[in-house]
């Protein structure tokens, strides 16, 4: 996996671990979550602090040439992904790879269905989410809200899904990863299991 070196702490990483940024025509500095806009690319972690940290000097000196920082950055790239995990698991749900309600995803926690992703709401009841557990080698987020979950699956609230393995979960989890960092105060660490990969 191609590493990419962090314009603010200096310290390199994986690139999914770090959000791109070009600059546009009028020299402001935009986040580039799909990584595909023209430019010479400029990275930072994923991590609201370290985005609310990054100063034009450092942008400018990565562009090679003066740039703008627009206010709120971290607060828009925060939109954009949430917007991003949103849409990727609502095509998960599409594709007959995802299912939400808690008596579904316990089905298929205890039905041998492969998941890779347990995905629980920020603002659901940790006991409900307690019931529920993480299987070796999935990953856990509750960095969405009920409301947030509901738009991904078609309602208007979900607490509980569950994705199945492929590759629209794999890109939920990166995104998803990435998220969990610009998020501050968002959900807790319920019994579901941590927002790690299960070892």
């Not at 000196?61 to 925060?78: C, S």
């Not at 095509?91 to 008596?103: N, S, T, Y």
């Not at 709401?121 to 307690?130: Q, T």
């Amino acid at each position: 996996m191609s590493e990419r070196r962090c314009v603010v702490t200096g310290e390199t990483a994986p690139k999914p671990g770090l959000i791109r940024f070009v600059v546009g025509p009028d020299g402001a500095v935009v986040p580039d979550i799909l990584g595909k806009l023209p430019g010479r690319g400029m990275y930072v972690t994923a991590d609201r602090a370290v985005i609310e940290a990054v100063k034009p000097a450092q942008f400018a000196r990565a562009a090679k040439g003066k740039v703008t920082v627009p206010d709120g950055l971290a607060d828009e790239i925060e939109r954009q992904l949430v917007r991003r995990v949103i849409e990727t698991i609502s095509l998960a749900r599409k594709a007959g790879k995802a299912v939400c309600g808690f008596e579904k995803v316990k089905g298929w926690l205890a039905g041998g269905e492969v998941v890779r992703v347990l995905l629980q709401a920020s603002d659901g009841s940790e006991r409900g989410k307690g019931k529920l557990w993480t299987p070796t080698g999935a990953r856990y987020f509750d960095c969405l809200t009920s409301t947030e979950l509901g738009l991904a699956f078609g309602r208007q609230s979900v607490i509980h899904g569950a994705l199945a393995s492929g590759g629209l979960s794999d890109r939920v989890v990166e995104e998803a990863a990435r998220l969990k960092g610009l998020r501050v105060n968002v959900g807790g660490e319920g019994a579901a299991g941590k927002d790690t990969e299960a070892k």
